[in-house]
């Protein structure tokens, strides 16, 4: 790590839902939960390597978004995984352990605003992201169908091309506009808006 100048990010415990083909929906809802020790056994075994590293910690994370009320988020527990970690590392910094956010999506405010103030520095919100990406497209074709159901014919003359409503290039960049207004939001929320 510290020889090439990686950062490198460690995710122990468990996730929970379904990701890129893995499947821990059914795991025992305990397992998404690690446990102050093992955060620390983490630590201290990549600080000697480099201090270049973040702890993915979980505290009943799950990938995807759920119905309300499914998933027990619980980012309070980062404040006692840092009391403990402070406590053994005997560090002047309240919050020693650099911390991820897996599984980000659909959370609240209140559960991101808990989890920064307790040391999260990354936040993983791929399916908000993908579904921001989708919104952006989806909006674009439900708004000009009528445009888009032929190349020549359309709401302003049966001789109308169509052309300029079917180019890729323009309602690629609605899906990025959405995807870039959820960023945005995800930036505010993480108390990173305009700091580089």
Known sequence: MAKIELWLEMEIGITGGEEDGVDNSSVDNASLYTQPEDILEIHNALSPISQAFSIAAGFGNVHGVYKPGNVKLQPELLAKHQKYAHEQLKSENPLPIYLVFHGGSGSTKEEIKTAVENGVVKMNVDTDCQWAYMEGHRNYFLKNQE????QV????GAD???K?????RVWVREGEKT???RCQEALTDLRTNNTI
Do not use: T
């Open 160 to 162: 109308k091309p169509n």
């Open 153 to 156: 014919g359309n709401p302003d």
């Open 147 to 150: 445009y888009l159901k032929s």
């Open 164 to 168: 300029k409503y079917a180019d890729p």
């Open 179 to 181: 995807m870039k207004a």
